[in-house]
DNA sequence: TGTATTTGACTATATTCGATAGGTATGAAG
DNA sequence: CTTCATACCTATCGAATATAGTCAAATACA
């Protein structure tokens, strides 16, 4: 199969057991999937999920952040927001205060303080090792590259 | 917030309102998301999930790959193989041949090359917008830095 | 002001993807 | 021949994401 890529700087030969790996879509999907199964096998440690773990560090220090923003924010449905929150509520790392009749602030907890310092740690690790494994002549495109794609 | 990256390439402000976006592996993950949800929306002109449009990709030309070594391949367990394949037997796209006993090789159909033409135009169409909404510096980094995560 | 519309949080539910556990039959190895 | 590994499959679960729709509160406006 051709380059279509076309890629000067990638004259990695192209195991022909997988002719889809020059794709920049398949890549995207392979990369993604392995490093958020690694994430999320890390995030284990303190019994959170990805968009768990998002939120918790989304709301750090905001007071009146309702959950339709949270969603607007990360891309989660209202819908899916709403057991999102329960269970962190359930667990008492967040609280949802009411900021008039109908609208809720979920605010961190002093637990929800304490599992953030860990989630900080667990994911500043990950993404310290996931540039390292980049090469360094590619590390600086890589966050522009995939910015350019949803932002 | 710092910009832990230390990126000298990638200058543009980071929203107050979205401090995870400066994280590389959040990026990736929304990133894939909505590109993945894009290739969806367009494989549904054939009735197409992404997995099976790979599978097709994947075995076209090739008449003794068994649905254990397409797994391998894609990174698909055997257990999730099955349906798949099963999807794309019954719609007539492929079609399992003994090669002994045991194994059963996945094979394109006449049918299933004329869908794989229709999956071509519509992937090659995807990867090259892809490839255009990347800014022209970082372009050619993007599949070797994907690359460097999984392969 | 009173009515209509929109908004925020939620429930219920469906689909897709990925995973494990297990079952059955064939092929390979001693 | 017996044992073990392999290939394919079913059943099922967990997580993420999607739609439809409920309900009450906020808002818009005639």
């Keep these: 199969m051709v380059d279509v890529t076309g890629n000067p700087l ?7 057991s997988d002719p889809l790996a020059i794709l920049p879509g ?17 995030l284990g440690e303190v019994d959170l999920r ?18 339709t923003q949270i ?5 989660i449905r209202s819908a ?7 269970r962190l509520d359930a667990r008492g790392l967040v ?6 009749g109908k609208s809720l602030a979920v605010v961190l907890t002093d637990a929800g303080r304490r599992v953030l310092g860990e989630v900080r740690r667990i994911t ?7 540039m390292r494994r980049i090469p360094t002549e590619h590390r600086d495109h890589f966050v522009p ?5 949803w932002r």
Tied chains: 1, 2.
Excluded: K
Aim: cysteine-free.
């Design 10 to 16: 990638d004259p990695a030969p192209v195991e022909d």
């Design 145 to 149: 590259a995939l910015n350019a794609l």
């Design 80 to 86: 899916n927001m709403a057991p999102l929150v329960a």
């Design 124 to 130: 500043q690790d990950f993404e310290r090792d996931l």
């Design 50 to 67: 990805v968009s768990e773990a998002s939120i918790l560090l989304l709301i750090d220090g905001r007071a009146t952040m309702t959950s």
């Design 26 to 42: 398949y890549t995207l999907r392979r990369a993604a999937n392995a490093m958020m199964a690694e994430l999320g096998t890390l």
């Design 71 to 75: 969603g607007a924010a990360l891309d």
């Design 95 to 100: 609280a949802r205060v009411p900021l008039d």
